[in-house]
């Protein structure tokens, strides 16, 4: 499938020796920091764009010191940036 491919291609790009536990970590991370960024800082809407409880989010937004709100300071409202990342999967 496409998405076994691109997680392929991402694999392909990292080192043959690394730590994993760390690595997963760190792309958990910028996962979901990116969704973050692209709802605006809602983390009810982040956790729907990656396929999470709004509670697993929470715990992980905490776990990796990540400041939801302040990434889309002004915006809670409802408005979204002008040009969101989008994520595998979204439908926006």
Do not use: H, M, W
Not at 48 to 74: E, F, W
């Amino acid at each position: 499938t496409e998405k076994e491919s691109s997680i392929e291609q991402l694999a392909e790009r990292l080192p043959s020796q690394l730590n994993l536990r760390d690595t997963l970590c760190e792309l958990e991370r910028a996962l979901i920091d990116r969704a973050l960024r692209a709802s605006n800082g809602v983390q009810a809407e982040a956790a729907r764009r990656l396929d999470l409880s709004r509670s697993d989010i929470g715990y992980k937004v905490a776990k990796y010191s990540l400041s939801g709100a302040a990434r889309g300071a002004g915006t809670r409202n409802g408005s979204r940036a002008s040009t969101p990342e989008q994520l595998p999967g979204s439908q926006d």
